[in-house]
Protein backbone atom coordinates (compact mmCIF):
# COMPACT_ATOMS: atom_id res chain seq x y z
CA UNK A 1 0.00 0.00 0.00
CA UNK A 2 1.45 3.23 -1.15
CA UNK A 3 2.03 6.04 1.46
CA UNK A 4 1.69 3.65 4.46
CA UNK A 5 3.85 4.45 7.11
CA UNK A 6 1.86 3.95 10.54
CA UNK A 7 0.00 0.81 11.64
CA UNK A 8 -2.42 0.44 14.97
CA UNK A 9 -2.89 -2.63 16.33
CA UNK A 10 -5.78 -2.43 19.16
CA UNK A 11 -5.98 -5.21 21.30
CA UNK A 12 -2.02 -5.67 20.92
CA UNK A 13 -1.56 -7.82 24.52
CA UNK A 14 -3.74 -10.78 23.15
CA UNK A 15 -3.06 -13.70 21.37
CA UNK A 16 -3.11 -12.56 17.96
CA UNK A 17 -2.42 -8.90 18.15
CA UNK A 18 0.69 -9.35 20.05
CA UNK A 19 2.07 -11.27 16.89
CA UNK A 20 0.43 -8.86 14.41
CA UNK A 21 2.80 -5.76 16.14
CA UNK A 22 5.46 -8.45 15.91
CA UNK A 23 4.96 -9.71 12.35
CA UNK A 24 4.29 -5.81 10.50
CA UNK A 25 6.91 -3.96 13.04
CA UNK A 26 9.85 -5.46 10.34
CA UNK A 27 8.04 -3.26 7.75
CA UNK A 28 5.81 0.01 9.08
CA UNK A 29 5.98 1.93 12.25
CA UNK A 30 3.54 -0.26 14.69
CA UNK A 31 2.16 0.97 17.63
CA UNK A 32 -0.68 -1.34 19.77
CA UNK A 33 -3.18 -1.04 22.31
CA UNK A 34 -3.98 -2.72 25.51
CA UNK A 35 -7.26 -2.43 28.23
CA UNK A 36 -6.22 -4.20 31.23
CA UNK A 37 -2.87 -6.14 30.60
CA UNK A 38 0.27 -3.79 29.60
CA UNK A 39 2.59 -6.54 29.66
CA UNK A 40 0.27 -8.62 27.45
CA UNK A 41 2.42 -7.91 24.41
CA UNK A 42 5.87 -8.02 23.05
CA UNK A 43 4.97 -4.43 22.33
CA UNK A 44 7.69 -1.36 24.31
CA UNK A 45 5.76 1.16 24.63
CA UNK A 46 2.29 0.44 24.13
CA UNK A 47 -0.80 2.77 24.46
CA UNK A 48 -3.77 2.29 26.78
CA UNK A 49 -7.18 2.20 24.88
CA UNK A 50 -10.22 1.53 26.21
CA UNK A 51 -12.28 0.97 22.76
CA UNK A 52 -15.69 1.35 24.25
CA UNK A 53 -14.58 4.70 25.79
CA UNK A 54 -15.39 6.77 22.54
CA UNK A 55 -13.11 9.85 23.89
CA UNK A 56 -10.41 7.75 24.86
CA UNK A 57 -10.79 6.13 21.02
CA UNK A 58 -11.04 9.43 19.50
CA UNK A 59 -7.98 11.23 21.52
CA UNK A 60 -5.61 7.81 20.69
CA UNK A 61 -5.92 7.80 17.21
CA UNK A 62 -5.96 11.66 16.33
CA UNK A 63 -2.76 11.58 18.48
CA UNK A 64 -1.18 8.71 16.68
CA UNK A 65 -2.96 9.16 13.04
CA UNK A 66 -2.53 5.68 11.19
CA UNK A 67 -3.21 5.31 7.79
CA UNK A 68 -3.85 1.57 8.58
CA UNK A 69 -5.75 -0.05 11.96
CA UNK A 70 -5.50 -3.71 12.56
CA UNK A 71 -8.57 -3.97 14.95
CA UNK A 72 -7.67 -6.94 17.37
CA UNK A 73 -9.35 -6.03 20.75
CA UNK A 74 -12.87 -8.48 21.39
CA UNK A 75 -14.57 -10.63 24.01
CA UNK A 76 -13.70 -13.69 22.55
CA UNK A 77 -15.95 -17.04 23.09
CA UNK A 78 -15.18 -17.91 26.41
CA UNK A 79 -16.93 -15.18 28.17
CA UNK A 80 -20.44 -15.64 30.08
CA UNK A 81 -20.56 -11.68 30.31
CA UNK A 82 -22.76 -10.73 26.92
CA UNK A 83 -23.53 -7.50 28.26
CA UNK A 84 -19.43 -6.53 28.22
CA UNK A 85 -19.21 -8.94 24.92
CA UNK A 86 -21.71 -6.96 23.32
CA UNK A 87 -20.13 -2.96 24.50
CA UNK A 88 -16.66 -4.30 23.52
CA UNK A 89 -17.21 -5.98 20.07
CA UNK A 90 -20.31 -4.09 18.48
CA UNK A 91 -20.05 -0.47 20.41
CA UNK A 92 -16.07 -0.82 20.79
CA UNK A 93 -16.01 -1.54 17.08
CA UNK A 94 -18.38 1.10 16.37
CA UNK A 95 -15.80 3.90 17.65
CA UNK A 96 -13.23 2.63 15.67
CA UNK A 97 -14.83 3.00 12.37
CA UNK A 98 -16.58 6.31 13.46
CA UNK A 99 -12.42 7.10 12.90
CA UNK A 100 -11.80 5.73 10.26
CA UNK A 101 -14.75 7.25 8.86
CA UNK A 102 -13.31 11.06 9.95
CA UNK A 103 -10.17 10.37 8.78
CA UNK A 104 -10.40 7.95 5.86
CA UNK A 105 -7.95 5.43 7.63
CA UNK A 106 -8.25 1.95 6.22
CA UNK A 107 -9.28 -0.82 8.84
CA UNK A 108 -8.21 -4.63 9.12
CA UNK A 109 -11.05 -6.33 11.59
CA UNK A 110 -10.53 -9.87 12.77
CA UNK A 111 -13.65 -11.79 12.98
CA UNK A 112 -14.75 -15.43 12.95
CA UNK A 113 -16.74 -18.13 12.17
CA UNK A 114 -19.36 -17.81 14.20
CA UNK A 115 -21.05 -15.46 12.08
CA UNK A 116 -22.54 -18.47 10.28
CA UNK A 117 -25.10 -21.06 11.88
CA UNK A 118 -22.58 -24.13 11.83
CA UNK A 119 -25.45 -26.38 9.73
CA UNK A 120 -23.26 -26.28 6.77
CA UNK A 121 -19.78 -25.72 6.90
CA UNK A 122 -16.85 -24.74 4.90
CA UNK A 123 -18.45 -21.41 4.66
CA UNK A 124 -16.98 -19.14 1.71
CA UNK A 125 -16.18 -15.71 1.74
CA UNK A 126 -19.49 -14.66 -0.49
CA UNK A 127 -22.27 -17.11 2.56
CA UNK A 128 -24.51 -15.36 4.23
CA UNK A 129 -24.09 -15.25 7.70
CA UNK A 130 -26.63 -15.94 10.09
CA UNK A 131 -24.96 -16.31 13.82
CA UNK A 132 -26.83 -18.33 16.69
CA UNK A 133 -24.86 -17.44 19.82
CA UNK A 134 -23.92 -14.53 21.48
CA UNK A 135 -20.36 -14.08 20.27
CA UNK A 136 -21.19 -14.56 16.71
CA UNK A 137 -24.45 -12.19 16.67
CA UNK A 138 -21.80 -9.28 18.25
CA UNK A 139 -18.82 -9.64 15.75
CA UNK A 140 -21.42 -10.16 12.97
CA UNK A 141 -23.16 -6.55 13.99
CA UNK A 142 -19.07 -5.63 13.90
CA UNK A 143 -18.70 -6.52 10.71
CA UNK A 144 -21.68 -4.90 9.81
CA UNK A 145 -20.53 -1.93 11.02
CA UNK A 146 -16.95 -2.36 9.74
CA UNK A 147 -18.77 -2.42 6.45
CA UNK A 148 -19.41 1.37 6.62
CA UNK A 149 -15.89 2.46 6.83
CA UNK A 150 -14.69 3.21 2.93
CA UNK A 151 -11.79 1.24 3.15
CA UNK A 152 -11.84 -1.85 4.95
CA UNK A 153 -10.94 -5.71 5.17
CA UNK A 154 -12.87 -8.51 7.26
CA UNK A 155 -10.90 -11.15 8.14
CA UNK A 156 -12.03 -14.17 9.03
CA UNK A 157 -10.55 -16.92 10.67
CA UNK A 158 -11.33 -20.24 12.61
CA UNK A 159 -9.97 -21.97 15.86
CA UNK A 160 -6.62 -20.07 15.67
CA UNK A 161 -3.28 -22.51 16.98
CA UNK A 162 0.38 -21.16 17.77
CA UNK A 163 2.11 -20.51 21.21
CA UNK A 164 0.52 -17.88 23.45
CA UNK A 165 2.62 -15.72 26.22
CA UNK A 166 2.07 -16.90 29.55
CA UNK A 167 -0.27 -13.75 29.81
CA UNK A 168 -2.38 -14.70 27.10
CA UNK A 169 -5.13 -17.62 27.01
CA UNK A 170 -4.00 -21.01 25.40
CA UNK A 171 -6.02 -22.40 22.42
CA UNK A 172 -6.70 -25.46 21.61
CA UNK A 173 -3.62 -27.42 20.68
CA UNK A 174 -1.60 -25.91 23.50
CA UNK A 175 -4.38 -26.61 25.75
CA UNK A 176 -4.26 -30.52 24.41
CA UNK A 177 -0.06 -30.34 24.76
CA UNK A 178 -0.48 -29.28 28.33
CA UNK A 179 -3.01 -31.61 29.57
CA UNK A 180 -1.73 -34.64 28.11
CA UNK A 181 1.96 -33.72 29.36
CA UNK A 182 0.33 -33.59 33.04
CA UNK A 183 -0.94 -36.75 32.46
CA UNK A 184 -4.26 -35.81 32.79
CA UNK A 185 -7.78 -36.97 30.21
CA UNK A 186 -9.01 -34.37 27.10
CA UNK A 187 -12.33 -35.51 25.80
CA UNK A 188 -12.37 -34.10 21.98
CA UNK A 189 -15.57 -33.46 19.92
CA UNK A 190 -16.37 -35.64 17.06
CA UNK A 191 -19.65 -33.73 16.38
CA UNK A 192 -17.54 -30.22 16.08
CA UNK A 193 -16.22 -29.43 12.85
CA UNK A 194 -13.46 -26.45 12.28
CA UNK A 195 -10.68 -25.46 9.78
CA UNK A 196 -7.88 -25.02 12.65
CA UNK A 197 -5.87 -21.93 11.45
CA UNK A 198 -2.21 -21.44 12.04
CA UNK A 199 -1.16 -17.83 13.32
CA UNK A 200 1.04 -17.27 11.15
CA UNK A 201 -0.88 -17.42 8.25
CA UNK A 202 -3.24 -14.61 9.46
CA UNK A 203 -0.22 -12.77 10.23
CA UNK A 204 1.16 -13.53 6.08
CA UNK A 205 -2.76 -12.43 4.79
CA UNK A 206 -2.89 -9.20 7.50
CA UNK A 207 0.69 -8.17 6.06
CA UNK A 208 -0.74 -9.11 2.09
CA UNK A 209 -3.98 -7.09 2.72
CA UNK A 210 -1.91 -4.11 3.79
CA UNK A 211 0.37 -4.82 1.36
CA UNK A 212 -2.02 -4.92 -1.93
CA UNK A 213 -5.07 -2.84 0.42
CA UNK A 214 -7.11 -5.41 -0.70
CA UNK A 215 -10.22 -4.83 0.52
CA UNK A 216 -13.93 -6.83 0.98
CA UNK A 217 -13.63 -10.20 3.13
CA UNK A 218 -11.29 -12.71 3.35
CA UNK A 219 -11.08 -16.38 4.78
CA UNK A 220 -7.69 -17.54 6.85
CA UNK A 221 -8.05 -21.33 7.03
CA UNK A 222 -6.21 -24.29 5.86
CA UNK A 223 -8.19 -27.33 3.40
CA UNK A 224 -8.45 -29.06 6.19
CA UNK A 225 -11.80 -29.60 7.54
CA UNK A 226 -11.54 -31.61 10.90
CA UNK A 227 -13.70 -32.74 13.93
CA UNK A 228 -11.97 -32.10 17.37
CA UNK A 229 -11.38 -35.39 17.80
CA UNK A 230 -9.60 -36.00 14.73
CA UNK A 231 -8.02 -32.67 14.94
CA UNK A 232 -6.96 -33.87 18.61
CA UNK A 233 -5.34 -37.25 17.10
CA UNK A 234 -3.12 -35.07 14.31
CA UNK A 235 -1.55 -32.80 17.11
CA UNK A 236 -0.58 -35.96 19.43
CA UNK A 237 1.08 -37.02 15.99
CA UNK A 238 2.88 -34.11 15.22
CA UNK A 239 4.00 -33.17 19.11
CA UNK A 240 4.40 -37.09 19.83
CA UNK A 241 1.64 -37.14 22.88
CA UNK A 242 0.03 -40.37 24.29
CA UNK A 243 -3.16 -40.50 22.58
CA UNK A 244 -4.86 -42.64 25.27
CA UNK A 245 -5.19 -39.38 27.27
CA UNK A 246 -7.75 -38.57 24.36
CA UNK A 247 -11.50 -39.41 24.90
CA UNK A 248 -14.20 -39.63 22.22
CA UNK A 249 -17.10 -36.82 23.12
CA UNK A 250 -19.82 -35.33 21.77
CA UNK A 251 -20.96 -31.71 22.16
CA UNK A 252 -24.39 -32.92 23.86
CA UNK A 253 -22.27 -34.01 27.02
CA UNK A 254 -20.81 -30.87 27.23
CA UNK A 255 -23.08 -27.62 29.03
CA UNK A 256 -20.58 -25.45 27.25
CA UNK A 257 -21.00 -26.20 23.96
CA UNK A 258 -24.99 -26.04 24.28
CA UNK A 259 -26.32 -23.79 21.75
CA UNK A 260 -23.22 -22.86 20.06
CA UNK A 261 -22.91 -24.07 16.11
CA UNK A 262 -21.26 -27.39 15.44
CA UNK A 263 -20.10 -27.22 11.41
CA UNK A 264 -18.19 -24.31 11.39
CA UNK A 265 -14.71 -23.77 9.25
CA UNK A 266 -13.66 -21.52 6.56
CA UNK A 267 -13.46 -21.67 3.09
CA UNK A 268 -10.23 -19.88 1.74
CA UNK A 269 -9.47 -20.59 -2.08
CA UNK A 270 -10.97 -17.14 -3.08
CA UNK A 271 -8.90 -14.96 -0.41
CA UNK A 272 -5.64 -17.16 -1.74
CA UNK A 273 -6.25 -16.58 -5.28
CA UNK A 274 -6.62 -12.88 -4.66
CA UNK A 275 -4.19 -12.37 -2.00
CA UNK A 276 -1.16 -14.65 -4.17
CA UNK A 277 -0.65 -16.81 -1.23
CA UNK A 278 -1.24 -20.76 -0.13
CA UNK A 279 -2.32 -21.25 3.34
CA UNK A 280 -0.34 -23.83 5.11
CA UNK A 281 -1.59 -27.35 5.54
CA UNK A 282 -2.81 -28.91 8.71
CA UNK A 283 0.36 -30.77 8.91
CA UNK A 284 2.66 -28.04 7.45
CA UNK A 285 1.00 -25.56 10.44
CA UNK A 286 1.26 -28.16 13.26
CA UNK A 287 4.84 -29.25 12.09
CA UNK A 288 6.07 -25.66 11.62
CA UNK A 289 4.62 -24.83 15.04
CA UNK A 290 6.45 -27.76 16.64
CA UNK A 291 9.53 -27.07 15.04
CA UNK A 292 9.18 -23.34 16.61
CA UNK A 293 9.12 -24.61 19.76
CA UNK A 294 10.79 -22.42 22.51
CA UNK A 295 13.63 -25.21 24.05
N1 LIG B 1 -8.18 -16.77 18.83
C1 LIG B 1 -9.00 -17.32 17.93
O1 LIG B 1 -9.05 -18.58 17.78
C2 LIG B 1 -9.85 -16.47 17.04
C3 LIG B 1 -10.62 -17.10 16.03
C4 LIG B 1 -11.41 -16.31 15.20
C5 LIG B 1 -11.41 -14.92 15.34
N2 LIG B 1 -10.66 -14.33 16.34
C6 LIG B 1 -10.71 -12.87 16.48
O2 LIG B 1 -9.39 -12.38 16.47
C7 LIG B 1 -9.28 -11.25 17.33
C8 LIG B 1 -8.14 -11.46 18.34
O3 LIG B 1 -8.40 -12.66 19.07
P1 LIG B 1 -7.41 -13.13 20.22
O4 LIG B 1 -7.66 -14.57 20.45
O5 LIG B 1 -6.02 -12.65 19.93
O6 LIG B 1 -8.00 -12.31 21.45
P2 LIG B 1 -7.42 -12.21 22.94
O7 LIG B 1 -6.13 -12.93 23.08
O8 LIG B 1 -8.54 -12.59 23.84
O9 LIG B 1 -7.13 -10.65 23.09
C9 LIG B 1 -8.15 -9.74 23.15
C10 LIG B 1 -7.56 -8.36 23.15
O10 LIG B 1 -8.64 -7.42 23.23
C11 LIG B 1 -8.30 -6.45 24.21
N3 LIG B 1 -9.51 -5.86 24.77
C12 LIG B 1 -10.51 -6.47 25.44
N4 LIG B 1 -11.42 -5.55 25.85
C13 LIG B 1 -10.98 -4.35 25.38
C14 LIG B 1 -11.48 -3.03 25.46
N5 LIG B 1 -12.61 -2.72 26.12
N6 LIG B 1 -10.77 -2.04 24.85
C15 LIG B 1 -9.63 -2.33 24.20
N7 LIG B 1 -9.09 -3.54 24.10
C16 LIG B 1 -9.77 -4.54 24.70
C17 LIG B 1 -7.50 -7.21 25.26
O11 LIG B 1 -6.74 -6.28 26.01
P3 LIG B 1 -6.26 -6.56 27.55
O12 LIG B 1 -5.90 -8.03 27.62
O13 LIG B 1 -5.10 -5.65 27.70
O14 LIG B 1 -7.41 -6.21 28.43
C18 LIG B 1 -6.64 -8.09 24.35
O15 LIG B 1 -5.52 -7.37 23.90
C19 LIG B 1 -10.66 -11.07 17.97
O16 LIG B 1 -11.36 -10.10 17.23
C20 LIG B 1 -11.33 -12.41 17.78
O17 LIG B 1 -12.73 -12.27 17.68
C21 LIG B 1 -9.89 -15.08 17.18
Redesign the pocket.
Same mark, same amino acid.
Request: charged letters at 10%; a positive charge; proline letters at 2%.
Given at each position: MENMNKVLV? &??? &?? =? &??NVVGRLSTRYHVLG???? +??K??ENPDPYH?? =??DKAETQRVIREIKPECIV???? =??TTSQDQYLTR? %??VE?TRNIVDCCLERGIKLV?? +????VFDGNLGRYREDAVPNPIEGYGQT?HEAETAVGKAPRHCIV?? +?? %?YGWETPS??P?FVTRLIQEIRSKRNFKAFTDIFRTP +?ALEDILLAIERIIDLDHSGIAHVAPPDYVNMYDFAQRVADIFELDKSYILLGNSLESERERGKPKKLGLDSKATQGALGIRFRNLLEGLDEMKSSQRK
Open positions: T &GAS &GF =I &GATYNN +SPGGLD =ITHCAA =IGR %VNGFL +STDFKRT +SL %VQHN +S
